[in-house]
């Protein structure tokens, strides 16, 4: 009973809340015009900035809510949702741009739990990767919208598909015992994508994201890496095979997995794409809840420190837990966050030019559990030099010189 309480106070909360209007489909200047008005509503805790540009020179807005809006504060985790990949899949888009007016309403509003969230967290939101495409999609009457009509960008061009194929690289590394996190884009990756996949994968590089969910419409259920599966010959016919990720028991609670720290899943909201205007009210009071508690997540696993002798944040350093293939790193100022389930885990803190340290941690349902690493220079000691024989050569044996592996990379500001 206690367990199901906390779920029940929290949906409370958000039914006593106001309901956000507004519920209209918004064009591209309407979309721009929404996230301008939070921002002016909530301007200390919010910022907008863009990504870049669509084919069609359209801004790709990121409205970020913080109680320090444009910078990272240590050990607060950055969390993202990107709506409207496919530009027909609309739902999404409509409901990142309620969900940001509503947590500037209920911020304003002293709504305890909306604070706190912003407060812990650095939270960004995407209504629209692909607003060429929803442009296209919008034009088309309810009745005569195809169910691909507006869904890639202004080239042709299936965004969703368009990232480098970095889970072949990861298969073969699973073989071949190579990295298993971060593994790096191809020399040629500009070249291979669109402008605003290019500007995501700029942005997912720029910001050491946490936890994040991509909003699709077409159907309703979650994907969770990896999306691509094994594919092998079998009886001269090519099959498909389950495979689950290192941390397939954390993603059942893409490419981001497997370039970066992140966790992010895809949600597919509605059997419908272009769900009609007079539904839109319904399906945000269906999803609010779980798009609040969502963000929540962030704050579950372990995060902390990772620093040297002179308590300087190490940067790119390696978090291991034992039995799960899949390391995350620090960022530009030495933290880090692992997200976990509740449990007991042995995490591994390591470094280039540093011994690494490993502790035991528990890992409990209520909040993250802080772990901070201080680790010591590894210092290599090279072997006695040797002289050639001879009647006066010493027979004493020369003192061990001592060289220093590598110095302590400096903490960027």
């Known amino acids: 009973m206690a367990q199901l309480l906390g779920p029940l106070l929290r949906a409370l909360l958000l039914c006593q809340a106001a309901a956000t209007g507004n519920f209209v489909h918004h064009s591209y200047k309407e979309m721009v015009q929404a996230l301008f008005a939070v921002q002016n509503e909530c301007p200390y805790v919010t910022r907008i900035y863009s990504l870049g540009h669509s084919v069609q020179g ?13 910078l990272h504060e240590p050990l607060e985790p950055e969390f993202k949702y990107v709506g409207n990949m496919h530009g027909n899949e609309v739902l999404g888009r409509e409901l990142l741009l309620q969900l940001s007016e509503f947590l500037c309403e209920e911020y304003r509003r002293g709504n305890e739990r909306i604070t706190r969230l912003i407060h812990d967290t650095r939270i960004h939101i995407m209504p629209s990767m692909n607003p060429d495409g929803y442009e296209v999609a919008a034009n088309q009457s309810p009745t005569t919208n195809g169910y691909l009509t507006g869904r890639n960008n202004a080239n042709g061009v299936d965004l969703n598909r368009n990232f480098p194929d970095l889970n072949t690289i990861m298969y073969h590394n699973e073989k071949s015992s190579g990295p298993n996190h971060h593994i790096p884009l191809p020399n040629n990756w500009r070249s291979q994508v669109e402008p605003e996949t290019a500007a995501v994968i700029q942005w997912i590089s720029s910001y050491n994201f946490v936890l994040s969910a991509n909003l699709h419409g077409g159907a309703v259920v979650a994907n969770y890496p990896y999306d691509k599966s094994h594919s092998q010959r079998v009886r001269g016919q090519w099959t498909t095979t389950n495979t689950p990720t290192p941390d397939d028991k954390l993603f059942q609670k893409d490419f981001n997995y497997l370039y970066t720290n992140c966790f992010e899943i895809t949600l597919e909201l509605s059997c419908n794409k272009f769900p009609p205007q007079e539904d839109l009210e319904r399906e945000w009071l269906a999803n609010r ?6 963000m929540e997540e962030v704050h579950q696993g372990i995060k ?30 030495g933290d880090y966050f692992r997200l976990l389930l509740p449990g007991t885990y042995a995490v591994t803190a390591s470094a280039r030019g540093y011994q690494p340290q490993t502790v035991s941690v528990t890992v409990g349902p209520a909040g993250p559990s ?24 010493s027979s004493k044996a020369l003192p061990k010189k001592v060289v220093p592996r590598a110095a302590p990379r400096e903490m960027r500001s």
Do not use: C, W
């Open 289 to 294: 809840e779980a798009l609040v508690a969502f």
């Open 58 to 70: 359209r801004h790709l807005y990121v409205l970020e809510f913080s109680d320090y809006p444009g």
């Open 304 to 333: 902390g420190m990772v620093l040297d002798e002179n308590n300087n944040g190490i940067v790119g350093a390696v978090l291991s837990v034992q039995g799960i293939g899949h390391d995350v790193t620090s960022g530009d100022q």
């Open 370 to 393: 802080l772990v901070t690493f201080q680790l010591k220079q590894d210092v290599e000691k090279k072997p006695p030099e040797q002289k050639a024989p001879g009647p006066r050569a």
